[in-house]
């Protein structure tokens, strides 16, 4: 039984399409981790601690080899994880990223090498620290301004030394606010000590709440650190979703609202889900 030239084409066609279909679902199995991630980025609770995990993972993904890739998609897929390495290079250059991805308890250290590790912790130790000292420092201003202005008398062994003279309180007398090198090292070994302790720890579920972990951690002194690395969002999409809210408020029938009363609807618009409210 002979083909016509009509159904060859016919044939020859769907081949064509099939193989067209087929590497249409392979390039969206390869791009559908880029739209996991913009998802997982654009959450209003999401916070910057994700960033060097998802891009960890998304060059492991591009470096995943199947047997039936074709040329085009192992060039495409080349292609994504060297501008993937390009565009975000910097990231683990960044002093903000590595502490928060340590301090998130779902990371810690899962996605630093060991010198990264290294300057993270010495980042937060540097920030617990002068945090510390800032703070005794605000203290002892406080306490002085609250002190009587009574003159105050110097006993007479202490006033008359001569001033022009070599004093064994000199070095106390000439830096009254610096700490002694040897107590701020060993302030520094406490902090080392409780961050190892805290990084030895099991990780949290990646959907675990790490704000509700960290307000009933054994770990208070870190705290100071995560309010200050744990709380930026990685992306301007809550921002740009609360614009939006506001411009649907400011309709045209509403153009008269008080500024007052549009805050607190956007407050109730933007919270009323933690209540499970159901419209």
């Known amino acids: 039984m002979s083909t016509t030239p009509s159904s060859s084409i016919s044939v020859g066609t769907d081949i064509e399409l099939g193989d ?7 390039e969206e199995a390869a791009l559908k981790f880029f739209y996991e991630a913009t998802l997982d980025l654009s959450f209003d609770d999401a916070s910057i601690s994700t ?18 890739e074709n040329e085009i998609m192992i060039d ?11 565009r975000f290079s910097y990231i683990k250059r960044q002093t903000s990223l590595m502490p928060a991805t340590i301090l998130d308890p779902r990371f810690k250290s899962k996605y630093l090498n060991s010198d990264e590790l290294d300057l993270a912790m010495s980042e937060i130790i540097s920030f617990l620290t002068d945090y510390d000292n800032n703070s005794a420092l605000f203290r002892g201003t406080d306490n ?14 202490t006033s008359n030394i001569p001033q022009d003279k070599e004093s064994l309180w000199d070095s106390h ?3 009254p606010n610096q700490m002694d ?24 579920q990646r959907n675990a709440d790490i704000y509700c972990n960290w307000n009933s ?9 995560v309010l200050k690395y744990l709380s930026a969002p990685p992306t301007s999409v809550p921002s740009e979703q609360l614009f939006s809210a506001a411009g649907q408020i400011y309709a045209d029938r509403r ?4 500024g007052e009363n549009v805050e607190k609807l956007l407050f109730s618009a933007h919270n009323m889900r933690l209540f499970n409210y159901e419209y």
């Open 20 to 26: 067209a279909l087929r590497k249409q679902a392979e």
């Open 51 to 68: 960033v060097i995990p998802m891009i960890s993972l998304l060059t492991r993904k591009l470096q995943v080899r199947s047997e039936n």
């Open 76 to 86: 495409m897929k080349n292609s994504l994880y060297d501008t993937l390495n390009t």
């Open 144 to 157: 002085v301004s609250s002190v009587s202005t009574a003159p105050l008398v110097l006993s007479t062994s």
């Open 173 to 175: 007398d000439n830096n």
């Open 181 to 204: 090198s040897a107590g701020s090292e060993d302030q520094k070994s406490v902090l080392k000590e409780k961050i190892e302790s805290y990084l030895s720890e099991p990780l949290l």
């Open 217 to 225: 951690s054994p770990y208070p002194t870190l705290r100071k650190a």
């Open 255 to 258: 153009n008269n609202l008080l």
